[in-house]
């Protein structure tokens, strides 16, 4: 299995409802226990523990150690991103479950569970920073993939990482480069853009074997030409627009729906091009029930 196949895989898994016979079923029924958790009279928080327990032990038990550990974690990270958007869970509970998940699963862990990270707590414009999340955890898989054969692909490609050299530019013109610039928020966010322009710079641009020339972060070169490929249109940029916590997901949804046609090209390129954590953006649109017919495989 391929490590795609594995972090599909795994994300499935995250995303998988609770059964009662779960293997970890015994740990798990600790999160019934009212007093470990704020009033929730729905039962979400419930669910939510269970879920976030459950899945801090899947990593744990499930032999993504190594160096590869926190990328896994990632996932995880993104998964919680989505759940507790979609369930309206604050930062603030969404973080006591998590220091409760630990304690719960503490006697069966066997290595180290994922350290709290939350992409909606001190963080500016959370799926801008995942899309440059993902290009940071496999930018040396892009190079591979741009040494190798050029084929339709290729272009799809490289429309994401222009779109990150794009937000790349506004998140670091908006928040990054002033003085003043110093809240929580603003260094957790420009880390991770910051990591971007590192990998950016090692893989992509001062590569050898790349052939397209790719544009510099720091110049003026516009981003929706790309030598070598068609002008084509973003259909998608509005799914990720930034909605905060509470936003009814549904917001617009005929929108976002009566602009697609087929399947959109962020799609296509999760499908096409052989990359790995892109995949999961196919759960953000499920979760945000923005394509509800079901999505095949291209």
């Known amino acids: 299995m391929d490590e795609k196949e594995v972090i599909i895989k795994l994300y499935n898994k995250l995303d998988e409802p609770v059964v009662e016979d779960d293997q970890y079923q015994e740990v798990l029924n600790s999160c019934d226990n009212v007093s470990l958790l704020p009033s929730d009279p729905t039962g979400k928080y419930k669910k939510f523990c269970k879920k976030l327990s459950r899945n801090l032990l899947l990593l744990d038990h499930g032999g993504y150690g190594g160096g590869n550990f926190f990328k896994y974690c990632d996932i995880l990270y993104m998964w ?46 959370p799926t801008k920073l995942m899309k440059l999340r993902i290009f940071n955890y496999n930018a040396d898989t892009f190079q591979s993939m741009l040494k190798g054969v050029i084929n339709s692909d290729g272009c799809s490609l490289k429309r994401y990482i222009y779109e990150c050299i794009e937000v790349y530019r506004g998140m670091n013109s908006m928040y990054c480069s002033r003085r003043d610039a110093t809240t929580e928020e603003n260094r957790n966010s420009c880390d991770i853009v910051r990591e971007f322009d590192k990998f950016y710079s090692l893989y992509i641009l001062n590569s050898n074997g790349i ?15 790309i030598d ?9 940029d509005s799914y990720f627009d930034e909605r905060p916590l509470g936003t009814p997901i549904t917001k617009g949804v005929s929108t976002a729906v009566g602009a697609m046609v087929g399947i959109p090209p962020f799609l296509v390129l999760m499908y096409k091009v052989n990359i790995t954590f892109i995949q999961i953006y196919v759960q953000y649109l499920k979760h945000m029930i923005i394509f509800p017919c079901s999505i095949k495989q291209v």
Do not use: W
């Open 228 to 236: 070598g490929c068609l002008l084509e249109e973003s259909k998608y």
């Open 211 to 225: 052939t397209h020339n790719f544009p510099e972060l720091s110049s003026d070169t516009a981003l929706n030409v």
């Open 80 to 125: 919680m991103y989505f759940e507790i958007n979609r369930n309206r869970i604050s930062n603030e509970i969404t973080k006591e479950i998590f220091n409760k998940s630990t304690q719960i699963i503490k006697s069966k862990l066997r290595n180290n569970h994922c350290p709290y990270f939350n992409f909606n707590e001190k963080h500016l414009e």
